[in-house]
């Protein structure tokens, strides 16, 4: 069966320090992947997707970037953090069939 | 009309009762809808899929209305366990395209 797994799971960090979150997915092959936050009192905004390697779709312009390195893996990335970036960060992958997004267990990220 | 707008609640109901929320989306092209439960911070899972002809499961039923542009979602004979935050979800870019924009949920408190 498919699983996601995303890390770290908190994190503390302070403005204008880089960021690295880390996802990979088990068990699928050429996934669609996809990059969420969360911000406090907001919805689910997109941030990126991916259809394969090194193929990356920004849907919102901001100092975040992203990239998928391998079949199974897509990183977020920032080299200086803003207050703003602060949220719930969460990837996600597609199940083309029936349209379901499983997601990883998110990234708390804190920008001090 | 916001791409993706629900019932902003939040709702406070008593067990046993019924509830109902109400989502609209903007594109009339879309063609895939869903229901997604998040937990206190937690990552949001599927509760269930919307179809043409509205479909139920167990306590929970959701029906679409194209040309109203709307989803609804109807929990009867409400749990404890069914407090949680409930978002709509709308692939708005249609077809296999897959890029689902969400609501910014509605939360449900069920009390003794």
């Known amino acids: 069966s498919q699983t996601i797994h995303q890390w770290p799971a908190t994190l503390v960090q302070p403005v204008g320090s880089p960021l690295s979150l880390e996802c990979t997915v088990e068990?699928?092959?050429?996934?669609?992947l996809y990059w969420y936050r969360q911000a406090a009192g907001r919805g689910l905004q997109l941030l990126f997707y991916?259809?394969?390697?090194?193929?990356i779709s920004s849907e919102v312009p901001q100092n975040l970037s992203a990239s998928r390195p391998q079949d199974r893996q897509f990183i977020l990335s920032s080299k200086k953090l803003l207050l703003s970036d602060s949220g719930f960060y969460l990837c996600?992958?597609?199940?083309?069939?029936?349209?379901?997004?499983?997601f990883g267990e998110g990234s708390r990220l804190t920008v001090l | 009309r916001k791409e993706v707008e629900q019932d902003p609640g939040p709702f406070n109901v008593p067990e046993g009762a019924t509830v109902a929320f109400n989502c609209t989306y903007s594109?009339?092209?879309?063609?895939?809808f869903f229901w997604y439960r998040q937990d206190c911070r937690k990552e949001p899972k599927l509760l269930m899929s919307?179809?043409?002809s509205g479909n139920e499961d167990g306590r929970f039923t959701a029906q679409l209305n194209r040309a109203s542009q709307y989803i609804s979602l109807l929990i009867r004979d409400s749990k404890l366990s069914d407090s949680a935050t409930y978002l709509c979800?709308?692939?708005?870019?249609?077809?296999?395209?897959?890029?689902?924009?969400f609501g910014k949920g509605t939360l449900l408190t069920v009390n003794p």
């Open positions: 996600a992958w597609i199940d083309q069939n029936t349209g379901e997004l499983f």
């Open positions: 068990g699928t092959s050429n996934p669609n």
């Open positions: 991916s259809v394969g390697i090194g193929q």
């Open positions: 594109n009339s092209a879309s063609q895939s």
């Open positions: 919307v179809y043409s």
């Open positions: 979800v709308v692939n708005l870019s249609g077809g296999s395209n897959y890029k689902l924009t």
